[in-house]
């Protein structure tokens, strides 16, 4: 197979190819959040609810103005890590039914598109190595040239 030659139309093909699939794969997932629903979350078999999520935020928000210590600010990112992982952990994420077609078409939307954007940066260039080799230092043209002197004198000296 000959390999194509303009990379540019490889990395804007991969890049259409990419966000072709993604939009339809986006179309195709459904986003539902249970938080409100029955409410909370469970860590390590312990029932949290949502309300008592925020509870460790008020208190190192409480415990940030009162001391404004390294402590308190530890203990609130940790309060809002914790607040982040409720949110994403009572999320639910499903596809659709699909025919086996469009679900092949995706994949290789996606995959394909990404495959060419993948070959097009992260692929070693070949000509790079074969001008490398071609192009000379000044330096290494200076000597090729008193090389070049030293033996037209060394003929010169032949013919005499």
Same mark, same amino acid.
């Given at each position: 197979m000959k390999e194509t030659k303009?990379? &540019?139309? /490889?990395? #804007?093909?991969? =890049?259409v190819m990419l966000a072709v699939g993604l939009f339809i794969?986006? /179309?195709? #997932?459904?986003?539902?959040?249970?938080?409100?629903?029955?409410?909370?979350?469970?860590?390590?078999?312990?029932r949290?609810?949502?309300? &008592?999520? =925020?509870v460790p935020l008020i208190i190192g928000i409480i415990? *940030?103005?009162?001391?404004?210590?390294?402590?308190s600010k530890v203990f609130t990112a940790i309060s809002v890590i914790l607040i982040l992982a409720a949110v994403i952990l009572n999320t639910d994420i499903r596809l659709v039914? *699909?025919? &086996?077609?469009?679900?092949?078409?995706?994949l290789v939307l996606i995959f394909g598109g990404a495959g060419f954007v993948a070959k097009v940066?992260?692929?070693?260039?070949?000509?790079?190595g074969d001008s490398k080799k071609n192009n000379k230092s000044v330096n290494?043209?200076?000597?090729?040239?008193?090389?070049?002197?030293?033996?037209l004198d060394a003929m010169k000296k032949n013919i005499k």
């Amino acid at each position: 197979m000959k390999e194509t030659k303009n990379e &540019l139309l /490889q990395f #804007v093909g991969g =890049i259409v190819m990419l966000a072709v699939g993604l939009f339809i794969f986006s /179309q195709k #997932v459904i986003v539902h959040s249970s938080w409100f629903g029955y409410g909370g979350f469970s860590v390590a078999g312990i029932r949290i609810s949502s309300g &008592l999520v =925020i509870v460790p935020l008020i208190i190192g928000i409480i415990w *940030m103005f009162a001391t404004s210590s390294f402590a308190s600010k530890v203990f609130t990112a940790i309060s809002v890590i914790l607040i982040l992982a409720a949110v994403i952990l009572n999320t639910d994420i499903r596809l659709v039914t *699909m025919s &086996l077609y469009e679900w092949v078409l995706i994949l290789v939307l996606i995959f394909g598109g990404a495959g060419f954007v993948a070959k097009v940066l992260f692929a070693s260039n070949k000509n790079n190595g074969d001008s490398k080799k071609n192009n000379k230092s000044v330096n290494e043209f200076k000597n090729d040239a008193k090389s070049i002197d030293d033996e037209l004198d060394a003929m010169k000296k032949n013919i005499k």
